[in-house]
Each structure stands twice: as structure tokens, then as C-alpha cells.
């Protein structure tokens, strides 16, 4: 996948190397989205801790970068695994305790469908540039039961683009599609793949959902 190659480009390698940034998606008309490379690679704040507490059961992390939520959940006894497309995150991760896949959530996963909590976390929901694609996915990875806690943008957009890893200073990776959906739309692209928002709340400015599936449900 596209998407693969570009989560291995050099500046978002460079970024974890040292755990700052600046470090940017920059947009197809130009506009640069900020990446928080520093928040990634500290430890869990308030906004994460309240992510966490809402974790049961095995926990799958899609995208989990450098391992902060993922070596968490570790070490506090949960059986938890992250999936990154990234060799310079999984390596971070597994150094802090982690256990960590370099691998799509599109590949084959270990465990599928017995899965009882999946997070999308840190613009997660933009994995493939489809959220709808994206959360059907999740339905084979999550057992029935199951649940994915996913975080919104902070404001209402319903977007689909194409992104570079951007490092500011004219370092830039491959080009690879992306996606960003505020509440409003993330609703919508859960009701569209069988889930539900269960629960949503904001803290330190950042917005999250808890989906399940519906009782009964028609894809669309």
C-alpha cells in the first residue's frame, strides 16, 4: 500500500528517532495539518488516561505510533497489541514494553474477531483515507461484543485527501490518502458500517466516541 511506504519516509522516522517534531501532514492545496510528535511520545496524558479507563477486555491499537496507549495497557495488565505500518514506531513501542505489529489493520491480524476493544486514536480514523472502509474493517476485527474507541476531529469536517509527511523544513515523504471526520461525521460513518456511538465526551480539547455494534444493522 501506498499509505505503507509513506508512514516510512524519513522525516516521520527522524521525528520518533529523536520524539519531537515539527512534523506536519501537508495537504494536497498545501495546507499543513500539525502532527503532536511530543505528545505521541511522552506518556499518557489526562485526554489518554480517559481513553484507557474505557479499555476492556483485549485491546487492539490501529496506528499506535510509538506505543504510548498500547505500553500502557501493558503494564497494567491488560493482554493488548498495537499495528503500525511504521518500523521506527513498532521499535519505539516494543522498547517501552509493548506488544507491536508492523502491519496494516487491512492485513491479516492475529486474533480477528475476538478482539474486545480497538482504538483509533491521534486522527486514526484517517487510516486509508476511508473511515467507512476503515470501521468495516474493525467489524471483522472486534468480536460481537466488542467495541472501538475512536477520536474525532475537533471540528466538523467530513474529509478525504491526499497527505505528505512533512517535516517543515522541506523533508517530505511519499504522497498517501488520508481522512478526517468530525462528530457529526464520524456518526454518520459508523451508522453507515453497523455501529453505534454509545458514548462520546470531550477533555483537554480533544473529542472522543465509543462505537458498538448495532442491535441490527443494514451495510451500506
Known sequence: MTTTTAWRADPYTDALRTGRGPL?????????????????CEAPDRADRSVLDRCHGTVLDVGCGPGRLVAALAAEGHRAMGV?????????????????????????LPGEGRWDTALLIDGNIGIGGDPTALLRRLRQVVSGSGRVIAECAPVDVDERCEVQV???????????????????????????????????????GRHFVTLTRQSSSVLR
Open 166 to 204: 512533512d517535516d517543515g523544513r522541506g523533508g517530505r515523504g511519499t504522497p498517501f490518502p488520508w481522512a478526517r471526520a468530525g462528530m457529526p461525521a464520524l456518526s454518520a460513518h459508523a451508522a453507515a458500517t453497523g455501529w453505534t456511538v454509545s458514548e462520546r465526551w470531550d477533555l483537554r
Open 24 to 40: 506536519f501532514l501537508r495537504r494536497d492545496d498545501g495546507r499543513l495539518l500539525p502532527l503532536e510528535v511530543e505528545r505521541w
Open 84 to 108: 503500525d505500518v511504521s518500523p521506527a514506531a513498532v521499535a519505539r513501542a516494543v522498547r517501552l514494553g509493548a506488544t507491536a505489529l508492523c502491519r496494516s489493520v487491512f492485513d491479516s
